[in-house]
């Protein structure tokens, strides 16, 4: 569904409530040009207490952390963010939505150096169900491993989400769907599984679950850290600091994506490969379930994870 088919019309932009249509940016932003902009992805989900924002202080500090490399000032206090997105999705009726705060280097100069180029800072929200298809949530999907290999962090922090960095998601992403598939898996530079281009990646087998570890050039997702918390809770060992090879996915019992827009989404096949059954296996199954039970607030678990709008 395009933004023009949504019922949205305002974005909080610079301190300000301007309608959707007018939220624009200079053609020469530094952060048009260089990339030069950290964001965040998060999802406000309808909950049987009313609509929630999921770990919102969890992706409000990433979103700080991320501008440190660029030594980007934010020149708003974290309190004012979060009223400016409850208040944004209160103005819009908003029972669910997905929410993306932006902040990128402005209109100055145009050097590499940013030079005394302002810190802009946007919030949108607008509705969006599953990011790969309600039915990839029941059946699966099938990826393949990208010829793209995902940058080092010697390179470019992978800690930080950057606006500039997502041209490696895309690159390998767009390879999949050129390819009939609906997603990618991105190998690191030491050809080891890193994640998918905006998802984390888990792999099961014999009921152990393991996830690339920090080390091999993830971002630190939210999502995963969540799986990860509720598998432990269900006496799943889990090992989050693994080291997985390309031919490991291959022979998985399970592997699942997971990330604030993917939510737990299973893998049935990759590179033709079938998985498990080649559908979604128990584990995922289970983990799926008990996440949606946990957003959705079937549960009291975890309460101090949920702003309530």
Known sequence: MSFDEMDVDTIWMNGEFVDWDDAKIHVLSHGLHYGTGVFEGVRC?????????????????????????YEM?????????????????????????????????????????????PTDVTIAAWP???????????????VMVSSWRKHASSQIPTNAKTTGLYVNSL?????????????????????NVAEGPGENIFLVRDETIYTPGLSQSILDGI????????????????????????????????????GSAAEVTPIRQVDNVEIGDGSRGPVTEELQSAFFDLVERRTDDHDEWFDYV
């Open 45 to 69: 989900y309808d909950t049987e207490n009313g609509p929630a924002i999921f770990r919102w202080e969890e992706h409000l500090e990433r979103f700080y952390d991320s501008t440190k490399p």
């Open 73 to 117: 000032e934010i020149p708003y206090e974290p309190s004012e963010l979060t009223e400016a997105t409850l208040e944004l999705i209160r103005r819009q009726d908003l029972q669910s939505c997905y929410i993306r705060p932006i902040a990128y280097y402005g209109y100055d100069s145009l050097g590499v150096s940013p030079g005394d180029c």
């Open 128 to 142: 969006w169900g599953a990011y790969l298809g309600e039915e990839a949530l029941e059946n699966g999907i099938e």
């Open 171 to 191: 690159l390998a992403g767009e390879e999949a769907r050129r390819n009939g598939y609906a997603e990618a898996i991105v190998l690191n530079k030491e050809g």
């Open 223 to 258: 999502t995963r850290d969540t799986v990860i918390k509720l598998a432990r809770e269900r006496g799943y060992e889990v090992d989050d600091t693994a080291t997985i090879s390309r031919g490991e996915l291959h022979t998985a019992d399970e592997l699942f994506f997971t």
